[in-house]
């Protein structure tokens, strides 16, 4: 069973980088054609897809975002890492991480039955 855990901060204040990690565990993040991804849900909002790494480790971001994040594994941990620069309150949400598809890039609406695997998700707040 695979299994997705993020962990970072619960607060950053305004122009802070934020950094989240999911951990994988129960299967290889270099695992074939898989695409683990970010989401995010800001309150009374929809979810957001963010961006996603392939098991090659190529990088796919959201246009609105591209500027801002960046997306990286490491295989020897077996995680993946969101760093995102220049946050603001409108960045506060709840992160999630998931095992998606190549179906599942850049969607633009998330149907959460898509992504085989998701984390329990992470409350990011933005905030002085």
């Known amino acids: 069973q695979v299994r997705l855990q993020e962990s970072g901060p619960g607060l950053v204040k305004p122009s802070q980088t934020l950094s989240l990690t999911c951990t994988v565990s129960?299967?290889?993040?270099?695992?074939?054609?898989?695409?683990w991804t970010w989401i995010r849900q800001p309150p009374g909002k929809a979810m957001e897809w963010m961006g996603a790494?392939?098991?090659?480790?190529?990088?796919y971001y959201n246009p609105s975002l591209r500027s801002r994040i960046s997306i990286s594994m490491d295989t020897s941990k077996n995680h993946f890492t969101l760093l995102m620069g220049s946050v603001t309150p409108e960045d506060t949400a709840v992160y999630y991480c998931?095992?998606?598809?190549?179906?599942?890039?850049?969607?633009?609406?998330?149907?959460?039955?898509?992504?085989?695997?998701w984390g329990q998700g992470t409350q990011v707040t933005v905030s002085s």
């Open positions: 998931a095992r998606g598809s190549l179906e599942t890039l850049h969607s633009q609406k998330i149907n959460t039955a898509d992504f085989d695997y």
């Open positions: 129960g299967g290889s993040i270099t695992a074939n054609y898989v695409y």
């Open positions: 790494i392939s098991y090659r480790g190529t990088m």
